[in-house]
């Protein structure tokens, strides 16, 4: 048999029946989302690692949503689904798939919905085992957390073979002293399991039926059980409150900025960096602190993204695009070399190579009813303070003044200038006098009428209507010179540029020369102290922070045994941590918890403790 054969499950069940009460949320809890996606989605993964057969959900609480939020993830034909009512217990859930699973379902592989952060290769690991060694029997997935109570005690033997589980709440005071746990996850001989579920009874503490028992009905009828001891604690992670599915965020944080880095992607600051499952990003990009990429964006090659930055759904950097602090992409192509470093919002939009969004520029996508799209040339010039009202055009090498309001439809043709509100075409202007005054970044006449506070922070946008400059004393009287009165005399235009690089002064005095423009913008954040550092990595990781779970009845097949999440030990550093273990599938052996390193494990972790 080839190892892919051996590694594959003919079924996997996934328990998602219960009903989450400790999330206090309406929200079925495996639709809660970690990095982008639904807790289900990293389970259906791992179910697909395995490429078994067949895939049956089993849901209850709210399981008209799971099922929907399932076939809308594109899992809807691999999946199906079995209705649990009322829920009665683990080994229930399993009863009422007999039907799908038949008589003989193959090596069936049990998963909760609510455990995000197993790997892949472990589970090809407890595969692997169940094949190797226990091919009539079983494998079982076990963990010494730091806390084991709550969860189910694996019992040994004086030879330290597992002989069955006890339930926490039907453990004796000695069983509950056992360190090794249940977690849950199984690989089972098909036939095995098919002929036991049916004889399982709720004699115990919670009137449940285990699925717990099948384990020991395995032993009695001298099937093999062999323990895959796991090595890598988070991803036991099983999520039963908010403050869980925080802590297997940042796990599975961790996993993908890891693979980014590894990638050749520059990451600043891992810890306040926060980029979704499913991001492309390429080679020899930058991603600054306290950046926020969403699933469905996408960064090309030798990028700049950040500090303060937020890429949406949709958001398409090509090659050597910069966007910079408190800009939020949304649903917008940024073509190649193009840059918008300061205080934008991008949405709907589509932005030529080597065009430039001067700071504050807001493409005005919503009409209040729908959604319209801005769509920019290439080598556009979009002066600070822009407005553009979708829908819209702007041509190649168009320039747009500063605290221009480009009024929907306006089409900006190729290399015209537009300035004023609402933004009219300056006349006599060309694209190569567009481009030349872009360029000089000169602050000029402007033909437009003063904005309301535009005036301090851009001296040389609050121009005048034509002629009437200097007579506006009331415009920017502190800055001599900046409004000039001749429209279209100037080889300037309207406060291009004051945080253009390389804009030189041509014009004394003028935009370009106030240095303070820039920096004190309402909200330039990046010397908020507040931001990255503090942020609270570990507080919902205290150990023994957890409760008990108190009061969580036998009638509460969500509430879970309280997991003891390693605080500490959480990689918060991980990956400048020596040996800390790249993600990706396949890097070998210093993976934590990858397949060969587990049974090896879980055979020494039996000695220490015989
Ligand atoms: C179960 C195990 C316990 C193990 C623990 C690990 C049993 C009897 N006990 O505990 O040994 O240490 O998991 O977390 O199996 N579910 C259903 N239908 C039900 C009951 C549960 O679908 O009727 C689902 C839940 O949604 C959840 C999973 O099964 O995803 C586990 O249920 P939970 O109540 O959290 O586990 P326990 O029974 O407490
Ligand atoms: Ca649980």
């Given at each position: 048999?080839?190892?892919?054969?051996?590694s594959r499950?003919?079924?996997?069940?996934?328990?998602?029946?219960?009903?989450?009460?400790r999330?206090?949320?309406?929200?079925?809890?495996?639709?809660?989302?970690?990095?982008?996606?639904?807790?289900?989605?990293?389970?259906?993964?791992?179910?697909?690692?395995?490429?078994?057969?067949?895939?049956?959900?089993?849901?209850?609480h709210?399981?008209?949503?799971?099922?929907?939020?399932?076939?809308e993830?594109?899992?809807?034909?691999?999946?199906?689904?079995v209705?649990?009512?009322?829920?009665?217990?683990?080994?229930?859930?399993?009863?009422?798939c007999?039907?799908?699973?038949?008589a003989?379902?193959?090596?069936?592989?049990?998963?909760?919905?609510?455990?995000p952060c197993?790997?892949?290769?472990?589970?090809?690991?407890?595969?692997?085992?169940?094949?190797?060694?226990?091919?009539?029997?079983?494998?079982?997935?076990?963990?010494?957390?730091?806390?084991?109570?709550?969860?189910?005690?694996?019992?040994?033997?004086?030879?330290?073979?597992?002989i069955?589980?006890?339930?926490?709440?039907?453990?004796?005071?000695?069983?509950?002293?056992?360190?090794?746990?249940?977690?849950?996850v199984?690989?089972?001989?098909?036939?095995?399991?098919?002929?036991?579920?049916p004889?399982?009874?709720?004699?115990n503490?919670?009137?449940?039926?285990?699925?717990t028992?099948?384990?020991?009905?395995?032993?009695?009828?001298?099937?093999?059980?062999?323990?895959?001891?796991?090595?890598?604690?988070?991803?036991?992670?099983?999520v039963?409150t908010?403050?869980?599915l925080?802590?297997?965020?940042?796990?599975?944080?961790l996993?993908?900025?890891?693979?980014?880095l590894?990638n050749?992607?520059?990451?600043?600051?891992?810890a306040?960096?926060?980029?979704d499952?499913?991001?492309?990003?390429?080679?020899?990009?930058?991603?600054?602190?306290?950046?926020?990429?969403?699933?469905?964006?996408?960064?090309?090659?030798?990028?700049?993204?950040?500090?303060?930055?937020?890429?949406?759904v949709?958001?398409?950097?090509?090659?050597?695009?910069?966007?910079?602090?408190?800009?939020?992409?949304?649903?917008?192509?940024v073509?190649?070399?193009?840059?918008?470093?300061?205080l934008?919002?991008?949405?709907?939009?589509?932005?030529?190579?080597?065009?430039?969004?001067?700071?504050?520029?807001?493409?005005?996508?919503?009409?209040?009813?729908?959604?319209?799209?801005?769509?920019l040339?290439?080598r556009?010039?979009?002066?600070?303070?822009?407005?553009?009202?979708?829908?819209?055009?702007?041509?190649d090498?168009?320039?747009t003044?500063a605290?221009?309001?480009?009024?929907?439809?306006?089409?900006?043709?190729?290399?015209?200038?537009?300035?004023?509100?609402?933004?009219?075409?300056?006349?006599?202007?060309?694209?190569?006098?567009?481009?030349?005054?872009?360029?000089?970044?000169e602050?000029?006449?402007?033909?437009?009428?003063?904005?309301?506070?535009?005036?301090?922070?851009?001296?040389?946008?609050?121009?005048?209507?034509?002629?009437?400059?200097?007579?506006?004393?009331?415009?920017?009287?502190?800055?001599?010179?900046?409004?000039p009165?001749?429209?279209?005399?100037?080889?300037?235009?309207?406060?291009?540029?004051?945080?253009?690089?390389?804009?030189?002064?041509?014009?004394?005095?003028?935009?370009?020369?106030?240095?303070?423009?820039?920096?004190?913008?309402?909200?330039a954040?990046?010397?908020?102290?507040?931001?990255?550092?503090?942020?609270?990595?570990?507080?919902p990781?205290?150990?023994?922070?957890?409760?008990?779970?108190?009061g969580?009845?036998?009638?509460d097949?969500?509430?879970?045994?309280?997991?003891p999440?390693?605080?500490?030990?959480?990689p918060?550093?991980?990956?400048?941590?020596?040996?800390?273990?790249?993600?990706?599938p396949?890097?070998?052996p210093?993976?934590?918890?990858?397949?060969?390193?587990?049974?090896?494990?879980?055979?020494?972790?039996?000695?220490?403790?015989?």
């Amino acid at each position: 048999m080839s190892t892919s054969q051996k590694s594959r499950a003919g079924s996997v069940v996934i328990l998602a029946a219960g009903h989450g009460k400790r999330m206090k949320s309406a929200k079925p809890k495996v639709l809660h989302p970690v990095c982008g996606r639904p807790l289900i989605a990293w389970v259906l993964d791992q179910a697909l690692a395995l490429e078994p057969e067949r895939i049956v959900v089993v849901i209850g609480h709210g399981g008209a949503e799971v099922e929907k939020a399932v076939r809308e993830l594109g899992h809807g034909d691999r999946v199906r689904f079995v209705r649990q009512e009322p829920q009665l217990g683990t080994g229930h859930a399993l009863q009422v798939c007999l039907p799908e699973l038949g008589a003989n379902p193959g090596v069936t592989v049990v998963l909760y919905g609510d455990m995000p952060c197993l790997r892949p290769e472990t589970l090809l690991a407890l595969v692997a085992t169940q094949a190797e060694s226990a091919a009539n029997g079983m494998a079982i997935l076990t963990a010494m957390p730091a806390e084991p109570r709550g969860f189910g005690r694996i019992l040994r033997n004086e030879k330290d073979a597992v002989i069955g589980i006890v339930e926490d709440r039907d453990a004796s005071a000695e069983q509950k002293l056992i360190d090794e746990v249940n977690l849950g996850v199984y690989a089972f001989d098909g036939q095995g399991l098919v002929a036991a579920l049916p004889k399982l009874s709720n004699k115990n503490a919670q009137g449940e039926y285990y699925l717990t028992d099948v384990l020991a009905a395995f032993v009695a009828e001298r099937r093999a059980v062999e323990a895959v001891l796991l090595e890598d604690e988070d991803e036991g992670l099983g999520v039963n409150t908010l403050a869980h599915l925080a802590e297997a965020r940042w796990a599975l944080q961790l996993r993908i900025l890891e693979t980014h880095l590894e990638n050749g992607v520059y990451i600043e600051d891992p810890a306040s960096t926060y980029i979704d499952h499913g991001v492309e990003i390429g080679a020899g990009t930058r991603i600054l602190p306290c950046t926020v990429i969403r699933a469905g964006a996408k960064v090309g090659r030798d990028c700049e993204v950040g500090p303060f930055a937020q890429l949406r759904v949709g958001a398409v950097l090509e090659d050597g695009a910069e966007i910079g602090n408190f800009v939020e992409v949304k649903n917008t192509r940024v073509g190649s070399h193009a840059k918008a470093k300061h205080l934008a919002y991008l949405g709907d939009g589509d932005i030529g190579a080597r065009s430039n969004i001067g700071a504050g520029t807001i493409f005005a996508n919503y009409d209040g009813v729908k959604k319209h799209k801005t769509k920019l040339g290439e080598r556009v010039f979009v002066g600070s303070g822009s407005v553009i009202v979708a829908p819209n055009t702007i041509g190649d090498g168009a320039t747009t003044g500063a605290g221009a309001i480009v009024t929907r439809d306006s089409n900006v043709g190729a290399g015209e200038v537009w300035v004023g509100v609402p933004a009219k075409k300056l006349a006599g202007k060309s694209a190569s006098s567009a481009r030349s005054a872009t360029g000089a970044g000169e602050s000029s006449p402007g033909a437009r009428k003063s904005l309301p506070g535009d005036g301090k922070s851009q001296p040389g946008a609050v121009p005048s209507q034509p002629g009437a400059g200097p007579s506006q004393p009331g415009a920017v009287p502190s800055q001599p010179g900046a409004v000039p009165s001749q429209p279209g005399a100037g080889p300037s235009l309207p406060g291009a540029g004051p945080f253009q690089p390389g804009a030189g002064p041509s014009q004394p005095g003028a935009g370009p020369s106030q240095p303070g423009a820039g920096p004190s913008l309402p909200g330039a954040g990046p010397s908020d102290p507040g931001a990255g550092p503090s942020l609270p990595r570990s507080a919902p990781f205290q150990p023994g922070s957890e409760p008990s779970q108190p009061g969580a009845g036998p009638s509460d097949p969500g509430a879970a045994p309280s997991q003891p999440r390693a605080g500490p030990s959480l990689p918060r550093s991980a990956p400048s941590q020596p040996g800390s273990a790249p993600s990706q599938p396949g890097a070998g052996p210093s993976l934590p918890g990858a397949a060969p390193s587990l049974p090896g494990a879980g055979q020494s972790e039996t000695e220490r403790r015989s």
